[in-house]
């Protein structure tokens, strides 16, 4: 492309606005990842096997490289960077309609154990998630992956999720429930949990 330029010739310039440049090669950008999905785990202790768990648990994501298209990429997400804004985004990737709590350490090792991630190397591979107020879907937001970062596993991201149909199930479990009173104090059992189990 031919460009036109005032060459030695007079101007109104000052040194400070002389220009300056970061050049870079072709093969020196970021690699460009993709995410190609999330699931919420839980650790199964009966089983002794960590298995997907809806609407709760340690946040894990497949990622997949768009330039070198090598092989997918599984990790945790660091949540220090988590509000409501990301946690509502990220339950809603996930199939749910809001967030209803999130956070890292203690809760995480309730769901995931950390013995467990570094016994079989699970990275982490998402860092410093942020979303702007415009943002309608996870995907829209910034984030470091598969960078350098300084998170720790006691850090990685759990959610927990809410679905409207979760909400009306909760609903309907509450309204099968029977009051007794025992000498004048109330206790409210809920039938729902007693179905096939009663002997009377």
Known sequence: MECE????????????????LKCSDEEEKKLDWDLVSATLYKYDPGSGEVRP??????????????????????GTVCGTSFNYQEANLACKYLGHDYVKDWGTYPQNSNYVPEWMLEEYGIPIVVDGVRCDENASSIKDCDANIMEAHKCSRKENLWLKCISEDDEEEEEEEEEQGIELEFGGAK??????????????
């Open 5 to 20: 330029a005032n060459i030695m010739e007079k101007h109104d310039c000052s040194k400070k606005q002389n220009l300056w």
């Open 53 to 74: 768990n809806r609407g709760e648990g340690l946040l894990a994501v497949t990622l997949t490289d768009l330039i070198h298209e090598e092989m997918d990429v599984q």
């Open 187 to 200: 206790l409210k059992l809920n039938l729902s949990k007693f179905r096939g189990k009663l002997l009377f």
